[in-house]
């Protein structure tokens, strides 16, 4: 029971940010660039047709929501991928899901934030590893499990 008490604390403490006050001055605006660098180099992936939210997938949504929070006219677009297995207007659907997840689990933590969070799918059209191979049983697992994700691209930080 305690401990439940403690986690949920500190993850309070997280989302709004009262663990890691940034100092003023012109370090801070080199931190914020560099973390939504390494932010949007970030994903979330997926297993073979879900859009459910791993523990993995949590932390990076997270630093996603961090941003967000450190950054009152920053927006943010999840867009969600998928392998190139099953149809066009499939993937779509899938790739959609997948980002309305991470949206969903994102205004879940915190509900203000909802009205910065937009939602794309590229379905199959993007992927990040070629493959020809779109069996169901495809020896490619590992090349088409990259291609099953949530990318996030942000607009609105000032430099």
Not at 39 to 67: C, H, P, Q, W
Request: hydrophobic share 35%; glycine share 6%; proline share 3%.
């Amino acid at each position: 029971m305690w401990s439940r008490l403690v986690i949920m604390c500190c993850f309070c403490l997280l989302l709004t940010g009262v663990s890691s006050c940034p100092k003023k001055g012109a370090n801070t605006t080199n931190k914020i660039n560099s973390v939504v660098k390494q932010i949007g180099d970030k994903r979330v992936f997926f297993g073979y047709d879900e859009s459910n939210i791993t523990e993995v997938s949590a932390d990076a949504l997270l630093d996603v929501m961090e941003v967000l929070q450190d950054n009152p006219d920053a927006k943010v677009t999840l867009t969600g991928h998928t392998d190139n297995r099953g149809s066009h207007e499939y993937n779509l659907a899938l790739g959609a899901r997948r980002a309305d997840a991470a949206k969903k689990f994102m205004v879940s933590c915190t509900p203000y934030i909802e009205n910065r969070i937009k939602t794309a799918s590229k379905g199959e059209t993007e992927p990040l590893v070629n493959v020809k191979d779109d069996s169901r049983n495809s020896k490619y697992e590992k090349e088409h499990a990259k291609n099953r994700r949530v990318e996030f691209s942000f607009s609105g930080i000032k430099k």
